[in-house]
């Protein structure tokens, strides 16, 4: 935050512990109508906190008066194990926050994030055929991209064993021309424990990516998802594309009840 912001926070240090992690208020301040806080996370009895930790959008943050809030990662000191976070809140309407009270809490996080961000070289757009099997998934999620969803759209069916995995939780389950649009399927283990995630990009020799727009459905257990990703582009067209995975998948899920009530003071920067 800038540097005068900084200067006004005030020391708070109120903690609570849980499954053997710390959570600690650091510092808070408001002015007018925002409000700044920092805390930290520690591991107290293991190695479950590191640079990737994720509060999982389980956080909740308690306040007496209207506004928005957000709570996003700042930094990871190795030498003591601490994650902070800063959360900020900006009150509707540009109305002073008189100092009161907050109350902050999450109940799980996640760490030990692994991420693939490179060509997927075990992906050869050029040996590519049209789908013999399809289906229309029931189970949908919801889709997204540069083309409306339709929801009637045809899919591809799991290949056994799939094609290819990139990254553990994802695996590129098949890939084939249906009505002479190219799709490519990824499925994400779990993604209601662990928020596994990603898209695919198809790049050309000067680096122009493929439209697209995606389905996502649910697998029998509805705990995993498939992407159905659908590019336009024709058979005779992805002669110069080559394919780009961006995956993020989690090893470590952290339950537990962590919670801080403390005060705000008003402070003065400009």
């Known amino acids: 935050i800038f540097p005068t912001a900084a200067q006004a926070l005030k020391p708070v240090h109120l903690s609570c512990e849980d499954q053997g992690i710390r959570m600690e208020v650091i510092s808070a301040a408001i002015y007018e109508n925002e409000a700044v806080i920092f805390l930290s996370l520690q591991d107290l009895t293991d190695n479950r906190i590191d640079a990737s930790t994720d509060l999982s959008d389980s956080y909740r943050i308690n306040r007496p008066f209207a506004s928005t809030a957000s709570c996003r990662f700042v930094s990871f000191d190795e030498e003591t194990g601490k994650a902070t976070f800063l959360i900020h809140i900006s009150q509707w309407n540009n109305k002073k926050i008189d100092g009161d009270k907050i109350t902050f809490s999450f109940t799980e996080f996640l760490s030990q994030k692994r991420m693939f961000d490179e060509k997927l070289s075990g992906l050869d757009l050029s040996k590519v055929t049209t789908a013999e099997k399809t289906q229309k998934p029931e189970s949908i999620r919801g889709g997204g991209g540069m083309c409306p969803v339709d929801y009637e759209t045809d899919c591809l069916v799991p290949a056994a064993g799939g094609i290819l995995s990139p990254l ?50 649910w697998d029998d257990e509805k705990t995993g998802s498939y992407d159905e990703i659908v590019y336009d582009l024709a058979p005779e067209d992805i002669e110069n594309y080559q394919a780009y995975g961006c995956f993020v998948t989690c090893k470590n899920r952290t339950k537990g009840n962590w919670q801080v009530t403390f005060p705000l003071e008003n402070a003065e920067y400009e």
């Open 168 to 217: 553990d939780g994802v695996t590129i389950t098949n890939v084939g021309f249906i009505d002479n649009k190219l799709h490519i399927q990824v499925y994400f283990e779990d993604i209601l424990s662990y928020d596994n995630h990603g898209y695919i990009d198809l790049r050309n020799e000067t680096g122009n990516k493929a439209d697209y727009y995606s389905i996502s459905f």
